[in-house]
């Protein structure tokens, strides 16, 4: 299976800060690779797909970029509806694989 | 708008059965694939199990292959997962999942019920 890395694991920030969370696949992935969102209690939402295309409704400051094995997610200007974990997905290889998250945290 | 709602989840003994129903609305819900993904307390994302739009194809997580069920029912739009020789380790929230491409399965999960919880506990 592939193994996804994500890192940091957790992180604080500040409303309006810029945050880049990164994910690593264990072997090539090319873009076949998701972001999600997900609340505490909530489902997860999806956010980008095909590593960089965002999904319909979810807003611009989200961008996604990266092939291969190495991928990021930033949020250009954080807001409070933003803090929540992160989760990245690759679906190149079966079974489909999930990085650990990425709880962004209010500093 | 697609909706996904999740039933039947419950608290159940070692190496009993319970069956998650996941009713969906707002899409076509004969043209799409269709995946159980679960999430233990305080975890990350697993994926389990999908099947295909006509339900033809069925593929499983390791460790559920042979004690999971995945099934359809297109006239019902439902979704089923029949989980047997239930295990400690098999408590989560169970979350059903829509594939995005008409006809194909690609393991892309556009949209997502709000989970139904499974508690495995003697």
């Known amino acids: 299976d592939i193994q996804m890395t994500q890192f940091p694991s957790s992180l604080s920030a500040s409303v309006g800060d810029r945050v880049t969370i990164t994910c690593r696949a264990s072997?090539?992935?090319?873009?076949?690779l998701a972001w999600f969102q997900q609340k505490p209690g909530k489902a997860p939402k999806s956010l980008i797909y095909?590593?960089?295309s965002l999904q319909s409704g979810v807003p611009s400051k989200f961008s996604g970029s990266g092939s291969g094995t190495d991928f990021t997610l930033t949020i250009s200007s954080l807001q409070p509806e933003d803090f929540a974990t992160y989760y990245c997905?690759?679906?190149?290889?079966?079974?489909?694989?999930f990085g650990g998250g990425t709880k962004v945290e209010i500093k | 708008q697609v909706q996904l709602v999740e039933s039947g989840g419950g608290v159940v003994r070692p190496g009993k059965s319970l069956r998650l129903s996941c009713v969906a609305s707002?899409?076509?819900?004969?043209?799409?694939?269709m995946h159980w993904v679960r999430q233990a307390p305080g975890k990350g994302l697993d994926w389990v199990a999908v099947?295909?739009?006509?339900?033809?194809?069925?593929y499983y997580k390791d460790s559920v292959r042979g004690r999971f069920t995945i099934s359809r029912d297109n006239s019902k739009n439902t979704l089923y997962l029949q989980l047997h020789s239930l295990r400690p380790e098999d408590t989560a929230v169970y979350y059903c999942?829509?594939?995005?491409?008409?006809?194909?399965?690609?393991?892309?999960?556009?949209?997502w019920g709000q989970g139904s919880l499974v508690t495995v506990s003697s």
């Open positions: 999942a829509k594939d995005s491409p008409w006809h194909q399965i690609k393991w892309e999960f556009d949209y």
């Open positions: 707002g899409f076509t819900f004969s043209s799409y694939g």
């Open positions: 099947i295909s739009y006509d339900g033809s194809t069925k």
């Open positions: 072997q090539g992935i090319s873009d076949s």
């Open positions: 095909a590593a960089s």
């Open positions: 997905q690759q679906y190149n290889n079966y079974p489909p694989t």
